[in-house]
């Protein structure tokens, strides 16, 4: 009877495959899905571009999204807003190099002064 055998050198290559460049690029881009996330990197490139202007007014429309999906699903989905968090800090870190003021509303109260 015959054994089962491979035909072949017993030594094993340890060699990296390499996998073409497009193939890789699609595997590390992130999944990114939503509107937000989109908006999210327009605001890092307008924070890079230092138009503080517009990553303040793309900061507020995030905080609204935010504020109004919390009042829609409540706890049932994660929120964090930890993202938003960092956007802020990201600009008030611009604003403060530039010395200019930053330009994001701040939430507060109905009928709170203003």
């Known amino acids: 009877m015959r054994t089962f055998g491979f035909i072949g050198s017993k030594i094993r290559s340890h060699n990296e495959i390499q996998i073409p460049g497009e193939r890789l690029a699609r595997v590390n881009q992130s999944l990114k899905r939503r509107l937000d996330d989109d908006v999210e990197e327009v605001f890092s490139r307008a ?51 530039r010395g200019v003021a930053p330009a994001v509303e701040a939430d507060q109260p109905a009928g709170a002064p203003g």
Request: with cysteine.
């Open 47 to 97: 924070c890079a571009s230092n138009d503080l202007e517009s990553a303040a007014d793309l900061l507020n429309l995030l905080e609204k999204w935010h504020a109004r999906r919390s009042a829609s699903y409540g706890r049932e989905r994660r929120n964090s807003g930890a993202n938003l968090v960092r956007a802020r800090k990201e600009l008030e870190r611009l604003s403060a190099l």
